[in-house]
């Protein structure tokens, strides 16, 4: 898919760890994990917004483009 | 009173139901299929009747050949007939059917292979149909096709065509349910 999840390096440069993420956000780790994997088909708007108030970030921190070669 | 009745009551009467016809359909696919190996391999009956008194004394005499043909395709779709329950029974004892959850691959393939299932039955049941008809212009008394369990070829087809439309809105359902399983 050429949507890239970049969660996992907002997470390393904020230091936060993906149980801390999940109880800031009431997400559970299995769904975190899926998204952060890049398994997820899609995100709604208040996982997204949830995510960067406790990342404190832009949602193009974590989505990325990148077409497919 | 208001008397509610849940989807799940309603599987298990048809599991009872499934369970009976089950029973019925595998006694009578038994019943064809000693007959048709005794008369083929051993004799006929003294009384000539077949299983389900049916008979077949004369189609025997006439040609040995046709005779197999026919007791293969009552055999055949007896057979089938008694899988399709099978797999009802399955599916419904195994808990296979979870409502919260109901899209799963395994009854989508169950959907399918039972759809191509009552096909094949349809099928079958047409051509013995065309079958027996050219028999009984020769001059060969046969049982009727409801005695044979071959009747109903049409409805056969459009339970298969309709459980093939379903299986392929299934289908769709299935992906849709997995889309819906990883939004986050």
Redesign the interface.
């Known amino acids: 898919m050429p949507i890239i999840v970049n969660l996992d390096v907002m997470m390393a440069r904020r230091k936060m760890s993906l149980n801390e993420l999940s109880e800031k956000v009431d997400?559970t780790l299995s769904?975190?994990s899926?998204?952060k994997t890049g398994?997820?088909?899609?995100?709604?708007f208040s996982?997204l917004e949830a995510i960067c108030k406790a990342l404190d970030c832009q949602p193009a921190d974590i989505l990325e483009y990148q077409p497919d070669r | 009173m208001d008397i509610k009745i849940s989807s799940q009551q309603i599987l298990r009467v048809l599991l009872v139901l499934c369970w009976i016809i089950f029973i019925g359909v595998c006694i009578d696919a038994g019943g064809f299929l000693v007959s048709s190996i005794y008369w083929s391999f051993v004799k006929p009956n003294a009384d000539g009747f077949f299983w389900n008194k049916l008979p077949m004394l004369s189609l025997y005499q006439y040609d040995k050949g046709h005779f197999m043909a026919i007791c293969l395709l009552i055999c055949i779709v007896a057979v089938i007939k008694a899988s399709i329950f099978y797999r009802i029974i399955v599916l419904l004892q195994e808990n296979k059917l979870n409502m919260a959850k109901p899209f799963t691959r395994e009854v989508g393939s169950f959907l399918f292979l039972t759809a191509w299932l009552t096909i094949m039955v349809g099928f079958f049941c047409s051509y013995a149909g065309k079958y027996v008809g050219q028999l009984t212009s020769k001059g060969i008394p046969m049982s009727g096709m409801k005695e044979m369990g071959l009747a109903g070829s049409d409805v056969w087809f459009f339970m298969g065509a309709t459980l093939l439309v379903i299986g392929f809105i299934f289908k769709r359902g299935i992906e849709l349910q997995a889309e819906n399983d990883l939004t986050i």
Do not use: P, V
């Open positions: 997400i769904n975190l899926i998204l398994k997820a088909k899609a995100i709604r996982t």
